[in-house]
């Protein structure tokens, strides 16, 4: 596995025109925050978080091409330049002649899978993700996680962590064929830390879902990310761009799912792509039931434009380099300090392994929400908790934890300076100094669908 050059110092390729004030509450001030929250960072309010890892969606800074981007377009309800302009940056993208914009990543999976999931139907994948997995299952359906041995391995150093078992989903398609509407695969993979899918891979599984008559769509909302760890990584690869490597990935599939608020960098938005046009009159029907007319979908025109020029410069190799650079000092800088983490660091996020780091708390008192809320707590640091609050289940009156404990730092694009994250860097060794005074949290409010959102916990 290659890996670029290390600087000397990381630089962000980009100068700085508008900046917003940090919010520096003192940890008495955050304790009541906390606890008006029932102990749910989702519930916590910006104005009392230092830095917000919680997510990477929608929390981008937008360039100055963007901004401008913005103010040339054209509101018109139907027919708008503006539709025309963000149509022909995905089909230069993706190569897909059909797009239906959305106003984020989960309206097109609804979309979709309300025309195709039904009771009984399983939906194979490498893992699914939070949105993707209840959108299919409060449907009826099953949503089917294949990831290889290595992707449930914190500490493995594997380069394609999010690759599909090969074997297990042709195994998985030929007994449940009759049952599977379409098959996934998610790049990268945000459940199993961030880590890419390889170009073979993506051969691989468009090839068993081919033999077996399945539909493949990617959930591909960090396509660009997933494109240069592949030029890094993958074998005969280095000297493509992220463009081409991108293109070959969306030409492997029939069809893409987007929330264009991660690798779009834009704060809204999102589309569904397709090849042919098996379902698109559907959709773009249902589409004007629930977001609005198919040419903005839910958006005003001005988003459509910066989404446009977003798909443009994510695909920057500078700004590419310098993203993953960013995840890798801040995984390295907590690996120093004793913070386990899964390896190797991927593009969008790193992920703190919570099992390893705090063996003394059992799943069902959930060791990663503990963890984040420490981390808020001590530092200001809103994470996000990726384990048995988000992925476990009660079954039978037993609980069932998730496959790994993980806290995620989801990194924003080009808000944070690298000042920023030694300061977090050298947070998160305070709280490491005293990992076995934490103890769990006992859930109080258990929601049917998505309860990371708005469930509520108290200390043990």
Not at 37 to 60: C, H, R
Not at 146 to 173: I, M, Q, T, Y
Not at 337 to 347: L, W
Request: charged fraction near 25%.
């Amino acid at each position: 596995m290659r890996e670029p050059p290390r600087p000397r110092t990381i630089i962000e390729p980009f100068k700085i025109k508008v900046v917003e004030p940090l919010a520096i509450r003192s940890r008495p001030e955050r304790e009541g925050f906390l606890a008006r929250a029932g102990w749910n960072l989702f519930q916590v309010p910006s104005e009392s978080v230092t830095f917000d890892f919680l997510t990477d969606s929608g929390t981008s800074a937008m360039s100055a091409a963007q901004w401008g981007a913005m103010m040339v377009a054209d509101e018109s309800y139907a027919g708008s330049r503006s539709f025309a302009r963000f149509e022909a940056a995905v089909r230069k993208l993706t190569g897909y002649p059909h797009v239906i914009p959305t106003h984020q990543g989960r309206a097109a999976e609804r979309l979709l899978f309300s025309l195709l999931i039904r009771p009984g139907c399983a939906v194979p994948s490498n893992n699914h993700f939070d949105t993707t997995r209840a959108n299919i299952e409060q449907l009826g359906g099953e949503a089917v996680d294949l990831v290889v041995a290595e992707g449930r391995d914190p500490a493995s150093r594997h380069p394609f962590k999010g690759n599909v078992d090969l074997a297990r989903l042709d195994r998985f398609c030929a007994e449940n064929r009759a049952r599977i509407p379409l098959g996934m695969l998610t790049i990268t993979n945000n459940t199993g830390g961030g880590q890419p899918v390889s170009l073979a891979n993506l051969h691989g599984a468009s090839e068993v879902y081919r033999r077996h008559g399945i539909p493949f769509v990617l959930d591909a909302c960090r396509f660009a990310e997933n494109s240069y760890l592949v030029k890094l990584r993958e074998d005969g690869q280095g000297g493509r761009s992220p463009r081409e490597i991108a293109r070959e990935t969306f030409e492997l599939a029939d069809g893409c799912l987007v929330s264009a608020k991660k690798d779009g960098l834009v704060n809204i938005g999102g589309f569904l792509a397709l090849r042919d046009d098996r379902w698109v009159e559907r959709a773009r029907s249902l589409l004007i039931l629930t977001e609005g007319f198919p040419t903005y979908g839910g958006l005003a025109a001005r988003d459509l434009e910066a989404l446009a020029v977003g798909l443009e410069e994510v695909l920057d190799e500078r700004y590419l380099d310098y993203r993953l650079a960013v995840t890798r000092y801040l995984a390295e800088g907590l690996n120093r300090a004793g913070i386990p983490t899964v390896q190797p660091p991927g593009g969008h996020a790193v992920y703190v392994d919570a099992r390893a780091l705090l063996p003394h708390v059992p799943p069902e008192r959930f060791p990663g929400q503990a963890l984040a809320c420490e981390m808020y707590l001590a530092e200001g640091i809103r994470a996000c908790e990726i384990g048995s609050v988000m992925f476990g289940r009660n079954e039978g009156g037993s609980f069932r934890p998730a496959a790994m404990e993980l806290v995620r730092l989801a990194i924003p694009r080009r808000v944070y300076t690298q000042s920023h994250v030694d300061y977090v860097i050298e947070g998160m060794a305070g709280i490491a100094a005293r990992i076995g005074e934490l103890r769990g949290l006992r859930l109080v409010r258990d929601p049917p669908y998505l309860r990371h959102f708005t469930a509520s916990f108290e200390p043990v």
